[in-house]
């Protein structure tokens, strides 16, 4: 039987350790490892619905996502043991295993041109599902990241969900955009910290 | 690992899964020595949750679920719990007790004799193994060793199921493809100026408010090209031209030169100055200027494209291997006239120059053509177009 979903909150991505919702996480992960199947669907309740999005998100097919997202939790299930709360925070653990799956789909699709034309295309139609999309799911915890994501500078947003969702490589984009790799690659750096500082400053 | 990246740049290479696993492994290692990159690293990720988590919501779908149980049934308990599983299901308790019964039995063995050992019961021993889980029916046939035939129909199946992956990854690739396609199909709708064509007329002759005459089938094709280009339906392979730094390529006798700055920015400044700068006039000016050629009704068709105006020429209105200097103005109040130089061929010639939404201006554009032929004829000839053909 399929568990009930989670509604996720403000508090779910705080990297803080106090978090209660990082706490319950990392509970129920423990929990995970010592083989507890109860434990593992309450995780799968909490997590599917931001795990499964993210997915389609990156692969813009929701075959393959959904061969991902079973993928991705069976990966929890086994390495349950091997996440170290000290290193990182829950979700950012499983959301670091999904994506790399999603990578490994994309790398295996038919090598991109990621010339200029590519790049807007890309942008285009990363903006598109962004917007266009109809979010009956849309919860407060998407909202706020939505908002952290849209008070970007243009160039800044477009670089990290390049990277990001689309997996296109510091290089690649150097080489699509025109502009020096350095200014790419702090480009997506302060991008990454940004999106962190405006979500820890909605929590102040 | 190469020296250019600094550990800010690692970390978000690492936090991205852009490291090889040599170097992966080499930061890791790095990152167990120092709470600064572990902090670094942290941040970074925290910065990337809040990016997936403001990816539009979707519901899995619940088969997604049953297939996660299967797998995790198939698959049994995780690898770290092995201990726990072990001692859970009895084997650990049976693994004692059997320990157990051989020190017992070597023990007895030092004081009686095997026949003696044989026949000692050992009731802790059978209350234990009593909850193990029930062994196998038959445990040799669940290991015999599989035959040919059967390892060559396993090896079949296998590369059946490999090949069937493979297609389906080429379909889902192929569907990506045209969503992505489809999405900026979708952009470009919302475009209502994506592509606007404009007409000049001579504007000694009309002052632009005659109907434009009909284009040649040469200009018809060169601009048909250009468009064809421009959408990237052609290919737009070009070389830059060492002097002057424009690119320039020929395409089915139609010659294209781009005027725009070398990296392609369009920040309204001549790829190459003119020597000198052709006098720019208002419209109502220009039916008296006497330097106004007067062709027999030339016209140039144009296209604007987002940051830049195609304009077609051809020997109606650029005399063939002729100095040119283009020079185009809104007929607004304040908008500058900017110019640039290249050298016409013999062939039809499509040029490109860099265009702001706000160069036309209210009224229109002017285009000023001045010609320099090779036996030093000059010529000045200007062309209208509305701002709203």
Redo the contacts between chains.
Sequence with gaps: M??V?HQ?TRS????DSLSPEAHEDTRLLAR????D?GG?AAL?RRR???????L??M???E??A?EV??DA??HI??????FDSG???P??WM??IA??LA?D?LR???RRKAGH?AY???I??L????K??Q?????E??DV??S??NQLPDEQAHA??L???RGW??EEIAHAT?EPLGTV?AR??R??????K??KDYHA | MPDFHSP??E???Y????LTISERAEFEARMAKSAEL?QM????????????????????????????EK??AR?G?????WW??FWRNGWAAAALCLAGWLLYAILLSGRNNAKTLAIQPTPVHVAIAANTSPAPEHPISTLRTPTNGERQLLQVRAEEINDLRLR???M??E??EL???L??E??RLGETNRIKFYQFTSASASNGEAAAPPLSPVMQRAMLISIGREL?VLPMAAKTHPASGHTASTMGGIDFVDLRTP??SSDNQPANPPPTQPAIQQPDQLQTESQVADLSEPSIPAFVSGDKLVVGLDPSTVPANSSVTLSFAGTSFGVHPTSWDFAMGQNPTVVTIPFSANYFGSGGGLLTITTVTGTGISNSSQFFAPANP
């Excluded at chain 1, 903006?127 to 962004?130: D, N, Q, V």
């Excluded at chain 2, 308990?77 to 719990?81: H, N, V």
């Design positions: 399929e568990p979903e996720t779910d991505v705080s990297g995970v490892a010592e083989g199947q593992f799968y599917s619905t931001l795990i499964y999005s993210l389609i998100r692969l813009v097919n075959m393959e959904q997202m079973q939790f069976v299930w086994r390495r349950a043991h091997q290193r990182s925070s979700m950012a959301i670091m994506r790399g990578m789909r295996a699709r038919s034309a807007e295309r890309e285009a139609s903006e598109l599902e962004f266009g999309r979010q009956p799911d849309r919860d915890l998407a990241c939505a952290a994501l990290v969900q990277a990001f969702i490589t510091h025109g690659k997506i750096r991008g990454l910290l940004a999106l962190r405006t979500l | 800010e740049d970390a978000t290479l936090v991205l899964g852009e572990r690293v942290r941040e970074l990720e925290e910065g990337m949750v809040v990016l997936a988590a403001g990816a539009p919501r979707r519901r899995p779908p619940s088969e997604i679920w049953s297939g996660i797998a995790v698959d308990k995780p690898e770290a719990a726990r599983i389906v990854a080429a889902a690739q569907t990506n969503s992505q396609l999405a900026l979708r952009a990237g990296t392609g």
